[in-house]
């Protein structure tokens, strides 16, 4: 005769083999800000366009992976002149990328991570292309910007505001970290 226990445990056994697998299963979110899309068109830069161009062919071969971009990242876009901007929207539509909205939990999280000294107000909308990757449990954000991004004073300071607040691990990295493999 089985026990209530025996159950239990059956139980516990398949619901976490279907957590496993859904989380196996699931897309690796690469957040791209601005500064790598702008990258694609960036004859002053060569080395990081080639870079950026390189990653770009590379991210259309990988079916495991879903580009994300967020409103800010299309505003912010938009500033660039023609024929750019047709240039790089034309190369971001080769993805089949997620878009995403900004919530007033992104915007509450960028102040957090403003009030912690993560940037200053200068840097706001750098902080909420991090909330809302962090949010939206981006696992990469991809970025140029070293002096606001990719540089160690902000990936501690996020990662440890993130832990604290029990929130999903981004990492900050360039194009170029990318082209190694992950």
Request: with cysteine; hydrophobic share 45%.
């Amino acid at each position: 005769m089985c026990s209530e226990n025996f159950f239990a445990k059956i139980h516990f056994f398949f619901v976490s083999l279907w957590r496993f697998f859904t989380i196996a299963m699931r897309k690796l979110k690469l957040y791209l800000d601005t500064s790598v899309i702008s990258h694609l068109d960036a004859p002053d830069t060569p080395e990081k366009m080639a870079e950026t161009l390189t990653l770009w062919e590379y991210l259309k071969t990988r079916t495991d992976v879903e580009i994300v971009v967020s409103e800010l990242t299309l505003r912010e876009l938009s500033r660039c002149s023609q024929p750019k901007l047709q240039f790089v929207l034309e190369k971001l539509n080769e993805f089949d990328y997620l878009l995403l909205e900004i919530s007033e939990d992104d915007r509450d999280l960028a102040n957090h991570y403003l009030e912690n000294a993560v940037l200053t107000e200068k840097s706001i909308d750098d902080l909420l292309h991090i909330a809302i990757a962090t949010l939206n449990d981006c696992r990469y954000i991809l970025s140029w910007n070293f002096k606001h991004f990719v540089n160690p004073k902000t990936i501690n300071a996020v990662c440890a505001i993130n832990k604290m607040k029990n929130l999903t691990e981004v990492n900050i990295v360039s194009p170029s970290m990318m082209l190694g493999g992950f």
